[in-house]
Nanobody, 123 residues
Framework: QVQLVESGGGLVQAGGSLRLSCAAS????????MGWFRQAPGKEREFVAD????????YFADSVKGRFTISRNSARNTVFLQMNSLKPEDTAVYYC????????????????WGQGTQVTVSS
């Protein structure tokens, strides 16, 4: 079993930055790729970014390319989403998730999910 806990959400003005963290634990966590998704009110959950177990491969949604970066710490048990140049349309609940393979954009392909953290970008 894998447990994921997100933190770092909040309220920020357009053009500002936030850094989200996702702490993972559980004895079966080794080898998992990690992804970030977001869900705005009335919309489906959408892929934002993911990173391989090694950290050597990353993927981003077109809507966040050049503004967001994803990384994981040396222990590989914490994943970060650095969000710069935030826009009001980035407002959503952000979720981290774990999966066995990198580059998967469908939420159904992810095995474990955190509880989510709210990001609100004011104009």
């Amino acid at each position: 079993q894998v447990q994921l806990v997100e933190s770092g959400g909040g309220l920020v003005q357009a053009g500002g930055s936030l850094r989200l963290s996702c702490a993972a634990s559980g004895r079966t966590f080794t080898g998992y790729a990690m992804g970030w998704f977001r869900q705005a009110p009335g919309k489906e959950r959408e892929f934002v970014a993911d990173i391989s177990w090694s950290g050597g491969q990353t993927y981003f949604a077109d809507s966040v390319k050049g503004r967001f970066t994803i990384s994981r710490n040396s222990a590989r048990n914490t994943v970060f989403l650095q969000m710069n140049s935030l826009k009001p349309e980035d407002t959503a609940v952000y979720y981290c998730a774990a999966t066995s393979r990198t580059g998967l954009v469908s939420p159904s392909r992810y095995d474990y999910w955190g509880q989510g953290t709210q990001v609100t970008v004011s104009s």
